[in-house]
C-alpha cells in the first residue's frame, strides 16, 4: 500500500498482471499477489482505472493499444516478470 499511495499521482493507468506459471523457475506462488488482490490495494488508494489482466503478455498489450506514441510504459515487479516483457518486446520488435 506504501508505494502505491507513492506512486498513484504519477501514474495514468495501471494494468496488473497473475503469476506466470509458464516460466521454467516460476516464483512461489505463495509470494505472489494475483491481479486481483494487486488491483484491490490501488482500489484502496482511490484508484478505479486499474485493469486486472490474466497475463504479464495481455497487460503490455493493453498498455501499448492505450498509451500515446508519445507516452511511457513502466514495468515493475518481480524480474520474472520484467524478463518476460524485456523478452516479448525484444523478439516482438524483430518480427
Known amino acids: 500500500g506504501t508505494m502505491a499511495a507513492l506512486l498513484s499521482s504519477s501514474i495514468d493507468r ?15 506462488p505463495s509470494r505472489c499477489l494475483s491481479s486481483e488482490q494487486i488491483a484491490a490495494v490501488w482500489h484502496e488508494q482511490g484508484r478505479d482505472d486499474v485493469a486486472p489482466c490474466c497475463s504479464a503478455i495481455e497487460a503490455l498489450e493493453q498498455a501499448l493499444d492505450d498509451c500515446p506514441t508519445s507516452g511511457r510504459i513502466v514495468v515493475t515487479g518481480s524480474l520474472y516478470l520484467v524478463a518476460t516483457i524485456r523478452h516479448y518486446i525484444l523478439t516482438r520488435s524483430r518480427a
Open 14 to 28: 495501471i494494468w496488473t498482471t497473475d503469476l506466470d506459471t509458464t516460466l521454467e523457475q516460476p516464483p512461489q
